[in-house]
């Protein structure tokens, strides 16, 4: 099983660049990275997890940036988003920043697409809540055309594209309806979140990777209805509290890649936090 890590890099943390060297040389496959632009201090919308807002929310660093900067001290190891908020980004700025992280790292990199969960948050961006999702199926549509090998023009209900010269392509070829690089959804288990996977993914990003032997038959039949390959589905739980335990009930259903959760915390609390990590890494 392939052992990622996810962090909230913030300016108080290790840097993107001494972590992705660590990870790398201790054998850990990938760092995906989670997005914020700003919490508004007057909110309403509750933390998912209950009580206050960790600090970290509100100091991220941009996921591209810190990312970029990764891919520059490495060969090897995985660069993934967990998530980008898709209906906060302008589309084709985003596929741009996108294809070129992917193309300059060799094709490394996975998108992990969120809808969000702070309404205050998204309304900065000009996100209306209750149309947010159909907002971010129409935005990768945009982007898909934009990442086609061919130019190819799109109209959508929220966006559209002239055929255009997008340059550079990412480096994945075409998986059935999926244009781009690795796709990941993240969020929780049902019909609408599973509709997304379906129509534009390689599989689900499930947070937490709680409760997947209940949900993963219903991702699986609403896969095969969809005309997907049955052995193409990836699903990856992410933000995980590893134990012996559960990562063998992962690999009895089938899955390959977790996603640890690592402390948001400076160079030394967070290499401590790795090397209790490592026991999980195969053949460490």
């Not at 052992?3 to 840097?15: C, G, K, P, Y």
């Amino acid at each position: 099983m392939r052992i990622a890590v996810t962090i909230f890099l913030t300016d108080e943390t290790i840097t993107p660049a001494r972590l992705a060297r660590e990870l790398e040389e201790r054998g850990f496959t990938g760092l995906y990275l989670p997005e914020h632009t700003h919490i508004p201090v007057e909110r309403t919308t509750p933390y998912p997890a209950g009580g206050e807002l960790p600090r970290e929310y509100g100091r991220t660093l941009d996921a591209f940036v810190a990312l970029g900067q990764a891919a520059a001290v490495t060969e090897r190891l995985g660069l993934g988003t967990g998530v980008t908020l898709v209906a906060q980004h302008d589309p084709i700025g985003l596929a741009k920043r996108i294809a070129t992280l992917d193309h300059l790292s060799g094709g490394r990199f996975t998108l992990g697409v969120g809808f969000g969960w702070n309404v205050e948050e998204a309304a900065d961006h000009g996100v209306r809540w209750r149309t947010r999702r159909e907002l971010v199926k129409d935005r990768m549509a945009l982007m898909r055309a934009l990442w086609s090998r061919e130019p190819v023009a799109y109209e959508g209900e929220f966006g559209s594209v002239r055929a255009s010269e997008a340059h550079p392509k990412p480096v994945r070829e075409p998986r059935g309806p999926v244009v781009g690089p690795r796709t990941l959804v993240g969020g929780a288990a049902g019909p609408k979140l599973f509709d997304h996977v379906c129509a534009y993914a390689d599989g689900w990003l499930p947070i937490g990777g709680r409760g997947l032997s209940e949900s993963l038959p219903r991702l699986r039949a609403a896969w095969s209805e969809a005309g997907r390959d049955p052995g193409a589905l990836q699903v990856v739980p992410y933000a995980v509290h590893p134990s012996p335990g559960k990562l063998a009930h992962y690999a009895d259903l089938g899955i390959e890649e977790v996603v640890v959760q690592l402390p948001s915390a400076g160079e030394s609390e967070v290499l401590k936090a790795l090397e209790a990590y490592e026991r999980y890494i195969p053949g460490r």
